[in-house]
């Protein structure tokens, strides 16, 4: 099992729709657990923290079951500015661990019709 | 304030020449990482430096590419005697903390923020 997987995609949705995005992760130990967002040909750009309790930001929420070992990214009425990649990241268990401190999932991308 | 910058922000280069790239990170942050994104692909991890520890360059895929981070601050890539298989986009990132993640800090101070990226094309 990788340690970070992400169905890659693409996710087609019309503006307005709410779209969830999982991804699972396979070490229980992991501790902080983050959403980027990747522009066709740009750098990734943090979106989110996800916290225990789960946490909102405006048409954004963010979920983590740990029980489960995934965190979830849900945003309502997208807009056409919402189509990205959007990239799941968790700190790895191990401090000498290989990857630097997080570890990134190949992405999500989704794509927002008019 | 001022986020992370790199240079150049394209570099083509012929085949066997070394390149230089830098990352200037944002001020006050502790932990600097390079990767590499070959297109479509996800992120590669390549070096991370913390404050004035050893680096850790597991992720270097080779001995031609080297980094070096001065003064806690400013970071260079060098590859040398490129290949076409080193064309990427070179990624830098800093964030406040590094590794050795502890309860004492709250998940933000581990956000990594990016820099532009240099689009490396080796021809």
């Known amino acids: 099992r990788k340690e970070v997987e992400q169905d890659p995609g693409p996710f087609n949705v019309p503006e307005g729709a709410t779209v969830a995005f999982n991804c699972t992760y396979s070490?229980?130990?992991?501790?902080?657990f983050f959403w980027y967002r990747q522009d066709c040909r740009k750098e990734p750009k943090l979106l989110m923290s996800?916290?225990?309790s789960g946490n909102e930001d405006g048409r954004f929420t963010a979920q983590l079951n740990r029980a489960s070992q995934y965190i979830s990214l849900l945003i309502r009425d997208s807009k056409l500015s919402d189509s990205a990649t959007y990239l799941c990241?968790?700190?790895?268990?191990?401090?000498?661990?290989?990857?630097?401190?997080?570890?990134f999932g190949k992405g999500t991308k989704l794509s927002v019709k008019p | 304030g001022a986020g992370v910058s790199q240079s150049p922000s394209n570099k083509v280069t012929e085949k066997g020449k070394d390149v230089e790239l830098r990352c200037d990170p944002i001020?006050?942050?502790?932990?600097l990482y390079w990767y590499r994104q070959s297109l479509g692909q996800g992120l590669e991890f390549l070096i991370y430096?913390?404050?004035?520890?050893?680096?850790?360059k597991s992720g270097l895929p080779s001995d031609r590419f080297s980094a070096e981070r001065t003064g806690g601050s400013v970071s260079t890539l060098t590859i040398q005697r490129t290949q076409q298989e080193d064309s990427a986009v070179y990624l830098c990132?800093?964030?406040?903390?590094?590794?050795?993640?502890?309860?004492?800090?709250?998940?933000?101070?581990?956000?990594?923020?990016f820099g532009p990226g240099t689009r490396l094309t080796v021809t």
């Open positions: 990132a800093s964030s406040l903390e590094g590794r050795g993640f502890d309860r004492v800090h709250s998940p933000s101070s581990y956000e990594q923020y």
């Open positions: 070490n229980s130990a992991s501790q902080s």
């Open positions: 996800v916290y225990s």
């Open positions: 990241v968790v700190t790895p268990s191990n401090y000498g661990g290989s990857q630097g401190n997080l570890i």
């Open positions: 001020s006050g942050h502790t932990a």
């Open positions: 430096f913390q404050g004035n520890s050893a680096p850790d």
